[in-house]
């Protein structure tokens, strides 16, 4: 079984830090992409950031500069540097990954998510 596990959401002041992170097991295939997305009450889920295996990355253009992903393929970890962060940024986060498996199939394996709440 893949699992997929968030941690280090939490209750933060405005312009506060968090770091999230996301790690990946039970799985022995390539993972292509790992990254984050996000969901506020009422709201879809939104592209925070997300960076695949090569390095490449995306990033939600209104997040750069304060959101920083980063990677470790060892570790099938992904990491989700949040700083300055505003009370819209309250969000549900969650972890996204995609593995590849024989031929082109590619699966996709969400998180249960973790909380972030930023108070004024």
């Known amino acids: 079984q893949v699992h997929v596990v968030e941690s280090g959401g939490g209750l933060v002041q405005a312009g506060g830090s968090l770091k999230l992170s996301c790690v990946v097991s039970g799985t022995t295939f390539s993972i292509n992409d790992m990254g984050w997305y996000r969901q506020a009450p009422g709201l879809s889920r939104e592209l925070v950031a997300v960076?695949?295996?090569?390095?490449?990355?995306n990033h939600a253009d209104s997040l750069k500069g304060r959101f920083t992903i980063s990677r470790d393929n060892a570790k099938n970890t992904v990491v989700l540097q949040v700083n300055d962060l505003k009370p819209e940024d309250t969000a549900v986060y969650y972890c996204l990954v995609i593995i590849s498996k024989s031929g082109s199939a590619k699966f996709q394996y969400w998180g249960q998510g973790t909380q972030v709440t930023v108070s004024s």
């Open positions: 960076v695949s295996s090569d390095g490449s990355s």
